[in-house]
């Protein structure tokens, strides 16, 4: 969202398009720091792209996308940008070293389980390796603009994100990693995974497994992901899960 170099010279682009204002974010990261509070900077969709993003037309007529279509989510289609592609490896690496020059002061740059390849994608292809020195290399590139960031990943628990997702991340040199359990079905053995990194995330769906997790002195960190896409009303919810706690 905010002006960069590496877009404008890759697609000709300043920004995505939005009504985000670029001094926005660092009022919020002097105001954030102000209170004692970390800032970080959550890259969601990873390496998967739709047929709203403003660049997806571009990635096509470059044969950017490995074969097929990722169908995890119900609801949209997400293609997958090939990271053995000298052009897409190159311009993750320049424009997370960009950013995190950009906003010094940013305390951890965070991915997600957007950065994988999905098993249902046609050809039975092992992209494991591949994604792995991806990831390392932008991890390099960032760590070497700025040394002082957290690069942290929130991510499925590790025997799913390399059974499923070709994501062997526990070979990715991650700072901090956080584990999804966003399915209550097998809630307890997540959390008992979790216990054992960073911390774990859950969905405001989930809020009534606070106290419990609170309790528990080996989760370290609990992350509340927005699902329905409020944040403000995920936020109200978590604190009546929290108050006097």
């Given at each position: 969202?905010?002006?960069?170099?590496?877009?404008?010279?890759?697609f000709?682009?300043?920004?995505?398009p939005?009504?985000?204002?670029?001094?926005?974010?660092?009022?919020?990261?002097?105001?954030?720091?102000?209170?004692?509070?970390q800032?970080?900077?959550?890259?969601?969709?990873?390496?998967?792209?739709?047929?709203?993003?403003?660049?997806?037309?571009?990635?096509?007529?470059?044969?950017?996308?490995?074969?097929g279509?990722?169908?995890?989510?119900a609801?949209?289609?997400?293609?997958?940008?090939?990271?053995?592609?000298?052009?897409?490896?190159?311009?993750?690496?320049?424009?997370?070293?960009?950013?995190?020059?950009?906003?010094?002061?940013?305390?951890?740059?965070?991915?997600?389980?957007?950065?994988?390849?999905?098993?249902?994608?046609?050809g039975?292809?092992?992209?494991?390796?591949?994604?792995?020195?991806?990831?390392?290399?932008?991890r390099?590139?960032?760590?070497?603009?700025?040394?002082?960031?957290?690069?942290?990943?929130?991510?499925?628990?590790?025997?799913?994100?390399?059974?499923?997702?070709?994501?062997?991340?526990?070979?990715?040199?991650?700072?901090?990693?956080?584990?999804?359990?966003?399915?209550?079905?097998?809630?307890?053995?997540?959390i008992?995974?979790?216990?054992?990194y960073?911390?774990?995330?859950?969905?405001?769906?989930?809020?009534?497994?606070?106290?419990?997790?609170?309790?528990?002195?080996n989760?370290?960190?609990?992350?509340?992901?927005?699902?329905?896409?409020?944040?403000?009303?995920a936020?109200?919810?978590?604190?009546?899960?929290?108050?006097?706690?």
């Amino acid at each position: 969202m905010y002006h960069s170099e590496v877009m404008q010279e890759t697609f000709g682009l300043k920004s995505c398009p939005n009504a985000f204002h670029e001094d926005w974010l660092d009022w919020m990261l002097d105001e954030a720091h102000k209170q004692d509070m970390q800032v970080h900077a959550y890259f969601e969709k990873g390496i998967k792209l739709d047929k709203n993003s403003p660049i997806f037309a571009q990635a096509v007529d470059n044969n950017w996308f490995v074969p097929g279509i990722d169908r995890t989510y119900a609801g949209v289609d997400h293609y997958l940008l090939d990271v053995t592609n000298p052009e897409i490896s190159d311009f993750f690496s320049q424009i997370s070293a960009e950013f995190v020059k950009r906003y010094p002061n940013i305390d951890a740059v965070q991915w997600d389980d957007y950065l994988g390849y999905y098993d249902g994608l046609p050809g039975n292809v092992d992209r494991t390796d591949s994604l792995t020195r991806f990831v390392k290399r932008m991890r390099e590139s960032i760590k070497a603009a700025n040394p002082n960031v957290s690069f942290d990943l929130c991510h499925h628990n590790p025997y799913w994100s390399d059974r499923y997702f070709d994501a062997d991340w526990t070979n990715w040199d991650t700072d901090r990693a956080f584990i999804q359990a966003y399915n209550d079905g097998n809630f307890s053995d997540e959390i008992a995974i979790a216990e054992n990194y960073s911390g774990v995330a859950i969905t405001e769906n989930q809020l009534y497994h606070m106290d419990s997790l609170l309790r528990n002195e080996n989760i370290k960190s609990i992350l509340i992901f927005p699902l329905s896409g409020n944040p403000e009303e995920a936020a109200s919810r978590l604190r009546q899960y929290t108050s006097g706690q």
